[in-house]
């Protein structure tokens, strides 16, 4: 399915994470996400941003306009050159951090979307995509 | 550098050198007669060309870092600061020295006659000096916009983080904007700070000014909540509204334990029964 517009953002720094939100607030305003909407899309790409960011040391998010069927959509894609998850079932299980945040970043991100998918290769690095459907 | 005739070009030629470079510089389109009088750039103009002619004679090489061309640099740190200040963009300031390049060219040309590999080379020496020194210019305004960042950002970790005693015992933080790591940090701080000074037994959170609350918000306000209980203060979050509570619900931050209110007028009812005020009528809802 083609996307309406795109665009690609880096994440290199914790600045680039507050451009992450803002982009992802106006993107859902123009899909006419309703205000809880937005916030959830919005605190989803604050975690999977970070993720990528603190995990993946650093990387890219790609922010597309969907609509499908007179559906309007939003799906962001966060990839990294990280080190990877060596296990994915445990990474997305509420509570389980590597680091020392409160490990319901993964896990909270997929409840707070449509659709999420996650791949990732050991040494090669991680991608996260999630979607969110007015 | 041996072999170079460019000390000695500028040397003999340097007043009509400065009169080429003028109308050139006056000729340009970068030109900003409205931010510099020609009088003040001739004055920068001649002093570059009396400073280049000394650091050229006793430098050992093109590297304008070496310690000869230390007054040169100086010259220019002053002159780039000013026209940044003044509104000049970086290039227009560059242009200050790469404009130098034709007239030195053509008076050493004409020094070499035809001495087509003698002027190859000091072509090339001159280039590297007066790519380096443009170079130089924009850094400098660089960084001077770093600088002045780098001052806000701190300036505004100072402004953002207001703690305001409401009543006996009781104080309010309202936090405003994002909650990166390094802002929260001097959140955490100065309200822990102000609980010790005042000996306040309840402290309020406004989060009405904060747009996102992800995990790593919550786990900055748990910490914070956790070190005041420590210290005998119990928190009330207030401001948290209908997005962020069903954000928080479906992230699945466990906040059981943390007094909260929707508005800052409940938390405010609820601390000063805490503390012992009995309150006349309820407040009016927003």
Redesign the interface.
């Given at each position: 399915m083609p996307a309406l517009k795109d665009e690609m953002l880096p994440i290199r720094a914790?600045?680039d994470?507050?451009l992450v939100?803002q982009a992802a607030?106006s993107w859902s305003i123009d899909a006419g996400f309703s205000?809880?909407e937005?916030?959830?899309m919005?605190?989803a790409a604050?975690?999977l941003a970070?993720n990528t960011l603190v995990y993946g040391g650093g990387g890219t998010v790609r922010l597309e306009a969907l609509e499908e069927n007179g559906r309007r959509g939003l799906r962001l894609t966060f990839e990294d050159r990280g080190p990877g998850i060596p296990d994915l079932e445990l990474a997305l299980r509420?509570g389980f951090s590597t680091g020392t945040?409160?490990g319901?970043?993964l896990?909270?991100?997929r409840?707070?979307v449509n659709e999420f998918s996650i791949e990732s290769q050991r040494g090669e690095g991680t991608r996260v995509v999630i979607a969110r459907w007015r | 550098m041996e072999g170079t005739k460019i000390p000695e070009v500028i040397e003999r030629h340097q007043t009509a050198l400065l009169d080429d470079w003028m109308k050139q510089q006056l000729a340009a389109s970068t030109l900003r007669s409205d931010l510099l009088p020609s009088a003040e750039l001739r004055e920068q103009s001649r002093e570059f060309l009396e400073l280049l002619r000394q650091a050229s004679r006793q430098a050992g090489s093109t590297d304008v870092a070496a310690p000869a061309w230390q007054p040169l640099r100086d010259m220019l740190t002053r002159v780039s600061r000013s026209r940044g200040e003044q509104g000049f963009s970086p290039s227009e300031t560059a242009t200050f020295v790469f404009s130098f390049k034709q007239p030195l060219f053509s008076r050493l040309a004409e020094a070499y006659g035809g001495d087509a590999k003698g002027l190859a080379w000091d072509t090339w020496l001159a280039t590297a000096i007066l790519d380096q020194l443009g170079l130089f210019t924009t850094e400098v305004h660089q960084k001077a916009r770093e600088a002045v960042i780098m001052r806000q950002q701190q300036e505004m970790l100072e402004l953002s983080t207001p703690v305001v005693k409401v009543w006996d015992g009781v104080l309010a933080l309202p936090l405003i904007g994002t909650l990166d790591s390094a802002r929260t940090q001097v959140v955490m701080e100065s309200l822990l700070q102000r609980i010790v000074e005042t000996g306040a037994e309840v402290a309020i959170i406004d989060i009405t000014g904060v747009a996102t609350v992800d995990t790593l918000v919550a786990q900055h306000l748990i910490k914070t909540i956790t070190a005041a209980r420590l210290m005998g203060a119990d928190c009330i979050v207030s401001g948290i509204r209908p997005q962020i509570a069903a954000t928080i619900v479906h992230l699945g931050v466990d906040l059981t334990g943390v007094v909260t209110k929707a508005s800052l007028a409940d938390a405010l009812t609820h601390a000063l029964q805490r503390v012992g005020v009995s309150v006349n009528g309820r407040p009016a809802r927003a």
């Open positions: 914790d600045s994470i507050v939100r607030r205000l809880v937005q916030t959830k919005v605190t604050s975690e970070r509420d945040g409160l319901l970043g896990s909270g991100s409840r707070l | -």
